[in-house]
């Protein structure tokens, strides 16, 4: 047990290498038989080696590197349509995978350490020279929204507006596959779009186009510019840093005197609009 962390011989526990090399004193034999048991109890299911991010699936409980993860849902998007559980369970796996697992990362961490900084070498040289980047600027898992109407065909496919997230490029060298969150025909396979097709998603989880009201009197350069209670549409976001919770919003009416913007957008904090629908009894905002 006194040798349980000092630095073993070099870790002859690497993946698919078990033997034992010369002659090694009992406790410290135990020692590299120790952390091959906590190997196999620390191990992705996918790559076959120590954890890196580990992240627990609801489905089926499993673990499984992030890294690892993303891969398997990229891979199976473009072959199987619909990724599945890789523990077995044929559960669809979720695009936004869960956080990932503390609990797991510390143990690894304090009982794999040699193991765990050899796997991150060799992740490091693996991911060398690739990029998460992607066509349009955009980058691998990050939220997007549709930025027009998409057709397939001569059907409408995706709404303006609809969020989704970004899987990679497509090999065609100019579309990015993207899992949208909803479809108009009710599809769950993800549609290759082009970059121009996306932008970043609106604060508050507004869309581009919805109808929204507004929950406060509105002062426009020190005058009333929208009642409470107007209805707009969302027509886009502030640009730059302080436009971050900021939306523009296209109200049916506005009270200012302005005279050259009385009719354009207003621009709002996302907190001060709310979703146009009917309260109980029928009433509206």
């Given at each position: 047990a006194g040798c349980s962390r000092a630095p073993l011989c070099p870790p002859s526990w690497r993946r698919g290498r078990r033997g034992r090399v010369g002659h090694m004193a009992p406790s410290c034999e135990a020692a590299v038989e120790g952390e091959d048991a906590a190997l196999?109890?620390?191990?992705?299911?996918?790559?076959?080696?120590?954890f890196i991010d580990p992240t627990t699936l609801?489905?089926?409980g499993k673990a499984f590197c992030r890294r690892c993860l993303r891969q398997w849902i990229r891979t199976s998007v473009h072959t199987a349509g619909i990724p599945r559980c890789p523990g077995g369970c044929t559960s669809k796996l979720p695009f936004r995978l869960p956080a990932q697992s503390r609990a797991l990362q510390d143990a690894v961490e304090q009982l794999l350490p040699h193991a765990l900084e050899r796997r991150r070498q060799e992740v490091e040289e693996e991911d060398e020279g690739s990029d998460d980047l992607c066509f349009g600027g955009l980058r691998c898992w990050q939220e997007i929204a549709a930025n027009r109407d998409i057709i397939f065909g001569n059907r409408l496919g995706v709404r303006q507006g609809t969020p989704g997230i970004l899987v990679g490029n497509f090999n065609d060298g100019c579309h990015v596959t993207v899992r949208f969150d909803e479809r108009e025909d009710g599809s769950e396979l993800c549609v290759n779009v082009l970059p121009e097709a996306l932008m970043a998603p609106l604060p508050g989880g507004f869309r581009l186009g919805q109808r929204v009201v507004a929950l406060f009197d509105l002062m426009l350069f020190d005058e009333l510019?929208?009642?409470?209670?107007?209805?707009?549409?969302v027509v886009g976001q502030l640009g730059g840093q302080l436009g971050e919770d900021r939306l523009m919003v296209m109200f049916d009416q506005r009270v200012d005197s302005g005279l050259n913007c009385a009719h354009g957008p207003v621009s709002v904090n996302f907190r001060e609009v709310a979703v146009q629908r009917l309260l109980v009894g029928g009433f509206l905002i």
């Open positions: 196999e109890l620390f191990k992705c299911g996918i790559c076959d080696d120590v609801s489905c089926c510019g929208v009642k409470l209670g107007t209805v707009g549409s």
